[in-house]
């Protein structure tokens, strides 16, 4: 047992559904923390942590699932353990997983290990189940109650090997306890103690990223205006992470020509970038080229047609009053562009600077093209491109032609280029099987034409990928780092204030076309509740810009409706004290306005 002065408390929990917050969300994992018996507090903003999977049927379409009466507990090996019964996405009673519940294991409930489902008597359905660990028979007992009010127990040695549970035997009541919690909306599971190492870390990683201290040198030596300017701040993070920021010096309290020590003040400078940076523009992207920068979209306003393009010497001017804007690809029936000229992305691939987009003709149905720059030539005149040319398999066959194709990104890394895309079939019909996201090679020299086979990579089994009638895996783009290939994409309603990025990651060096190797994140790393006033934050990009600074873009809408406007948003990628990108730390957390007034000695000899 921990000592109670260091004893920290988890609560598990679910939400009822209420005002915008939906079955499909409400119906997962949360977590509240307590240190030293304090007041619990929601980790990841009260939004859903863990979610229970769907399930795909004969027909290849994905039937949704939810969870309730999650119970958390200790593994034998000190580890977690965490059992919860498995619903529809209405909340009733789930017939595939009748007799049956959910299972995971946990290091440090941070990343989630899925067991699966774990039957327990196959012709009655279980309302609710406690595990506990039998230390005296070295084994694990689950007792649950039926939803008739039965109390059945079953046993297992393992929690990680299949085949592994004993019948159930009925027994006497058990005593099923619900703590009482500080939030009406909460449906608690129970507590769980956790020594306060472990417990700290668990809600560090779960509790949003803050700025907390500016540092700045106690003096330099400069010998002129230029050599101060150099100098910069550095923000500290709540995770000891850290960032520099430019400040904007007081030149007036110094004199270059007059040696001496000098006090000279300065304010923190934080370029933040207002929503809505462009109304009606989804998808965005800004590439930086030839010292310049061009933004590319999806026109909301245009109702998609066409490619717009604008050119500007700083990314602010891309969206002042004046900005200089090409259609550089236009309907044109002869040659079958007439709808969804959807979601451009500029790559360069190997020396050459292509858009990938998705366009469809007269019959309603988008599919993936690339066309290229020509050499040397001037990005905002539609003759300087070639002619689009419709992305193919290995064997010169179309990626598809029972569905449709979209959103296709690219990326390099150790030698090996890839292009990532979204598939769907059947939308709009009973049989649709909801967006799903592939991988292949290409080769540099024709990345118009596919080497390897498509791989699956993900498709949207999780709650929050399936909200508001939609079942979208889509907009995947590419971060690259040292140590991992970063694969954002996004999840749940397009035009609403649901849509959400998820995050795809594996180790660089890894088998990219091994879906094995890939983790994907268990809950959103940007939603409407984490991007500071922007709903339904989706379909980003990155680019680095001119100071060497990596921002995330992405479409949003202005206020919670199903069907939004969408508009173009900006902000800052933090990297945290472990190298690991994080998408969410927006303006407010990124510089506390009132730690931006600094000082030091300047040494002028």
Known sequence: MYRDEFQSKILIYTRKPQDEYTESLSNSIHFAYSSKNGEFLPLNRNYGILFAQATVDKDNVIQEKGLKNPYLFRTAEGDFGIAAVRINKEGGVDE??????????????????????????????????????????????????????????????????????TPSVPEKEYGFHRPQVPMSDMVPGNILTIDEEAG???????????????????????????????????????????????????????????????????????????????????????????????????????????????????????????????????LDEEKGFIQTFWAPEFHVIGEELYILFAVGGSVWGPQCHMMKLKKGGNLLKAADWNEPVRVKRADGTYLTTDGITLDMTYFKADGVSCVVWSYRKGIGTPLDTGSMLYIATVEEADPTTLTSEPVLLTRPLLGWENVQGTINNEGPYPLITEDAVYITYSGGAACGYTYALGLLSIPRGGDYLDINAWKKASTPVLSYYTAGGVYGPGHNSFFRDYDGTIMIMYHGEEEIVKFGTRCSAMHRVHMNHAGVPQFDVVAERDLNPELTEVSLKVIVK
């Open 96 to 165: 595939e997983s009748k007799g049956c519940i959910l299972l995971w294991t946990s290091e440090d409930l941070i990343t989630f290990q899925y067991q699966g489902l774990i039957e327990l008597k196959e012709d009655t359905f279980v309302r609710e189940a406690v595990c506990e660990y039998n230390e005296k028979e070295k084994r694990y007992d689950i007792h649950w109650l039926s939803e008739e009010g039965d109390a059945y127990v079953n046993s297992l040695n393992s929690l990680t090997e299949s085949g592994r549970v």
């Open 200 to 330: 700290n870390k668990f809600k560090e990683y779960w509790t949003p990223l803050y700025h907390k201290e500016i540092r700045v040198p106690d003096r330099v030596t400069a010998a002129s205006k230029e050599q101060l300017e150099e100098v910069k701040a550095t923000a500290v993070y709540s995770d000891g992470s850290t960032h520099d920021k430019k400040v904007q010096w007081d030149f007036d309290q110094v004199d270059f020509s007059v040696p001496g020590t000098y006090t000279v003040g300065g304010k923190v400078i934080q370029q933040v970038y207002p929503f809505p940076l462009a109304k009606g523009y989804a998808d965005p992207v800004i590439l930086p080229w030839n010292n310049k920068y061009y933004y590319i979209a999806t026109n909301d306003n245009k109702d998609n047609i066409g490619i717009y393009l604008r050119e500007a010497d700083k990314v602010s001017d891309l969206f002042a009053p004046g900005f200089t804007e090409a259609v550089i690809l236009d």
